[in-house]
């Protein structure tokens, strides 16, 4: 959650607020609701909540003229304190001499807060964050402000935080910039004669494809005087709870600048949808090495257990079918927040795997963590590379679905069954058959995103617009798509949206039926077609408004959405319906499908 985005260089920017800003729109997509920037040795502050495409700034020029060495910026998603302007960070100490981001949440600024307030210290927000930069005041009391003392008060300061945790304090008099994480991920780029520091690579992808990971417990130190020991490179990073320094180890992505722009498209939402062919096509040529090193840790394992929050948790039910029909194994699943409750189950001989997209997902690096403590394996399903999870883990399969930033999860969604469904058949011994069904499954979702099924769809979110409740549902591995077609509707359209197993209409849910309400219905040739054609049926006959997402057309379908003939590997096509109505829904209503209201891409709080 929330974005941190600075920057030291050689050569003063002439236009640093705007250069802050642009790093700080490349992270919008990590969720929102308030920003600032801190810039200069005679430093300028600005923040306002809100969006920053939205930011009225008549009365305070963006560009005020002056050139800068080094600033600092930052997107707010809000825990202490509402949406103000005063909440926003950067947030400084008494004298202006400190200005401080952060991104977690301090568990002891209360009491942390009452002690600076019996020595004077004047407080302008209702945040947790501010007490770091009154720490730091203090911490330098006696101290002169030269890069190694100001590196020492931020760890000091940093060590006394409880929590999960990144701070990033800038230095205006001398330029610097210095930081440290705990749970929450920091990254550092090295470029040419300017260096940077951010929560994400697309801050400053357009710069640099150096990047240095910050590993738990460490921070890093951006300054002109390193720069003038080291050459170009401005930065160092050392240990949080020593002080000691470690090697900084430059590592190249391979992302590209076009990777992270919406191209021809007006929104990320869409371009991410249509992306998904290409990288399931990708995802069938994934090494075999890494396919069978991961398949072998599986199969002898004395239990395996998946964890996962959120849309990456719908995918891991979804695997679970798909080790049960196809591999014949049993793995366990279990949402991430619920993890901790369960975790006794786990010995030296556990297997635990872990899915997120980002990789920083706090609850699921908690059961990691449990699983650590317990001596298990972890293997991680990711797509960014260096992330926290793919630290902890001990093997990491990377989706390698490319950046993804609109907040609702798409590619990253099927990219995990993907690599799951590959999993099930190396374990059956048959992974070219896998490769084979990937292969055909990107050709079938390339003609679900054509223009003519699009259109189709638009109609439809024409028609859904305006209705209050909408339910899904499923049998089988297309229970776990009933569950991820209802979070994609009710994340960005607002729709009270809700995903059942077709079994358990009987037991509650078929008392919500009511006239014209609509119900998806998921369905795929295998054992459960004929259930779930009989569950839609019943929906029908008490007014339902019936969706049918199958391979063939049945009278009871209102409105029919054909998929290709692919058995329970449906599920990796049909979702694609229910990711288009969301979208054009969204539209219909005037809403952002990019960046909906409370949500964060990466969660990295509990």
Same mark, same amino acid.
């Given at each position: ?287 075999? !090495?890494?396919? /069978? $090193?991961?398949?072998? &840790?599986? %199969?002898? +394992?004395? @239990? ?125 011994? !048959?992974?070219? /058959? $896998?490769?084979?069904? &990937?292969? %055909?499954? +990107?050709? @079938? ?162």
């Amino acid at each position: 959650m929330c974005g941190i985005f600075g920057y030291i260089s050689q050569k003063p920017k002439s236009d640093p607020a705007s250069f802050l800003v642009e790093g700080l729109k490349r992270l919008e997509y990590r969720g929102y609701d308030s920003w600032g920037i801190v810039y200069g040795e005679k430093p300028v502050l600005l923040k306002q909540a809100g969006k920053i495409s939205e930011a009225a700034i008549g009365h305070r020029p963006l560009a005020v003229g002056q050139s800068a060495l080094a600033g600092l910026g930052h997107t707010r998603w809000a825990t202490h304190g509402g949406v103000t302007d005063e909440n926003a960070h950067p947030h400084l100490d008494c004298f202006g001499r400190v200005a401080i981001v952060h991104n977690g949440i301090i568990e002891n600024w209360e009491e942390l807060k009452k002690d600076l307030r019996r020595k004077n210290h004047e407080f302008r927000s209702e945040t947790d964050t501010e007490v770091a930069a009154h720490l730091i005041e203090e911490q330098m009391a006696d101290s002169e402000w030269r890069t190694a003392s100001l590196t020492e008060a931020v760890r000091q300061v940093f060590n006394r935080l409880e929590g999960f945790n990144a701070i990033a304090a800038f230095f205006p008099e001398a330029q610097t910039i210095v930081a440290f994480r705990s749970g929450s991920p920091l990254i550092a780029g090295v470029g040419e004669g300017e260096c940077f520091l951010a929560s994400d690579i697309p801050a400053f992808l357009p710069y640099t494809r150096q990047v240095v990971f910050l590993e738990d417990g460490e921070g890093a130190v951006l300054s002109p005087e390193l720069q003038v020991q080291n050459g170009t490179l401005g930065i160092k990073i050392l240990e949080a709870k020593t002080g000691r320094e470690r090697p900084t180890k430059v590592e190249r992505i391979s992302w590209r600048v076009e990777d992270v722009d919406r191209g021809e498209h007006p929104h990320f939402l869409i371009k991410e949808i249509k992306e998904q062919p290409q990288v399931i096509a990708r995802l069938a040529e994934y090494p075999k !090495k890494e396919i /069978e $090193g991961v398949a072998d &840790l599986i %199969e002898n +394992a004395f @239990g395996s257990y998946f964890v996962a929050c959120g849309t990456a948790s719908n995918a891991t039910l979804a695997a679970t079918y798909l080790f049960s029909g196809i591999a014949k194994r049993h793995i366990n699943f279990t949402v991430g927040s619920e993890f901790s409750f369960l975790e006794d189950f786990l010995t030296p001989e556990s297997l635990l795997i872990a899915a997120s997209q980002s990789g920083e997902t706090m609850d699921t690096l908690e059961a990691v963590r449990a699983a650590k403590r317990h001596g298990s394996k972890v293997v991680a399903l990711t797509n960014v590379l260096g992330s926290s999870l793919t630290r902890l883990a001990d093997e990491t399969l990377m989706l390698n679905c490319g950046p993804e930033k609109a907040v609702l999860a798409t590619k990253s969604y099927t990219a995990k069954l993907a690599l799951f469904l590959l999993l099930a058949y190396q374990l059956n011994g !048959k992974l070219s /058959e $896998g490769r084979e069904v &990937l292969a %055909e499954t +990107a050709k @079938g979702i390339s003609d679900l995103v054509a223009k003519d099924f699009e259109e189709q769809i638009r109609a439809l979110a024409g028609r859904l617009r305006k209705v209050e409740h909408l339910y899904a549902i499923g049998r089988g591995v297309n229970y776990a798509t009933a569950l991820e077609a209802a979070l994609k509707i009710k994340e960005v359209s607002y729709i009270h949206a809700e995903g059942f197993a077709g079994g358990d209409l009987k037991h509650g849910p078929i008392a919500l039926i009511e006239p014209k309400v609509p119900v998806l219905i998921f369905a795929s040739d295998d054992e459960s077609e004929a259930e779930i054609v009989s569950n839609a049926m019943e929906v029908k006959a008490r007014g339902a408004d019936v969706i049918g997402i199958n391979y063939r057309n049945n009278q009871v379908f209102e409105t029919y959405l054909p998929v290709q003939k692919n058995g329970f590997y449906t599920p990796l096509a049909s979702i694609v319906y229910p990711q288009l109505m969301a979208y054009y829904i969204a539209l219909e209503k005037k809403l952002d499908p990019d960046k909906p209201r409370n949500l964060a891409k990466s969660v990295t709080v509990k």
